[in-house]
Antibody, heavy 117, light 110 residues
């Protein structure tokens, strides 16, 4: 069974940093592209980042470009999102999602990030 | 404001059919495959349709997808109260070099 489990969320002050992790199991992690998607309170889903299997292709939404970075460790079946210079508007539930057939076919339950002073 | 446009809400009676539209441009839907997701807030979104009209294993055939030009449509037949959720379309945008979602449509089953 495919499982994606996010962790690392929490309360952080504006301007602070946080590193999210996503532990993958039940599939060959190294052969799938991965994504991060978030949902802020009262809003819809917002895609924020993509990373290819070999980390050679990486994309970000404009809203996080220059502040967030994405990485993966295929040996440890893990995906990461480093978030710097956090703003109030980054408060959201953050999901990792597996990329397959040009869609996000499996998602984690999410980890909550709250940016507040 | 989302790149893909969906109606904020739709409603239909139990047992009936509903369609949800998703409108984009040549930069996204016009040149890329569309996927659809069902989301109960606070839980993991679920993929309903991929590559415009394909259902993953386990998704009932009550759910269908279609695409024409720069628009896509999700259809749900035999509506059940358990279908009440938020529905999102998604695709890749060539110009933005990013994945994009619609703003989401809240389905109410009357």
């Amino acid at each position: 069974e495919v499982q994606l489990v996010e962790s690392g969320g929490g309360l952080v002050q504006p301007g602070g940093s946080l590193r999210l992790s996503c532990a993958a199991s039940g599939f060959t992690f190294a052969t799938y592209n991965m994504n991060w998607v978030r949902q802020a309170p009262g809003t819809g889903l917002e895609w924020i980042s993509f990373i290819s299997t070999d980390s050679a292709s990486i994309y970000f939404a404009e809203s996080v470009k220059g502040r967030f970075s994405i990485s993966r460790d295929n040996a440890k079946n893990s995906l990461f999102l480093q978030m710097n210079s956090l703003r109030d508007e980054d408060t959201a539930l953050y999901y990792c999602a597996r990329h397959s057939y040009e869609a996000l076919d499996h998602w984690g339950q999410g980890t909550l990030v709250t940016v507040s002073s | 404001q989302s790149v893909l446009t969906q109606p904020p809400s739709v409603s239909a009676a139990s047992g009936q059919k509903v369609t949800i539209s998703c409108s984009g441009s040549n930069s996204n839907i016009g040149n890329n495959d569309v996927s659809w997701y069902q989301h109960f807030p606070g839980t993991a979104p679920k993929l309903l349709i991929y590559k415009n009209n394909n259902r993953p294993s386990g998704i009932p055939d009550r759910f269908s997808g279609s695409k024409s030009g720069t628009s896509a449509t999700l259809g749900i037949t035999g509506l059940q109260t358990g279908d009440e959720a938020d529905y999102y379309c998604g695709t890749w945008d060539i110009g933005l070099r990013s994945s994009v979602f619609g703003g989401g449509t809240k389905l109410t089953v009357l």
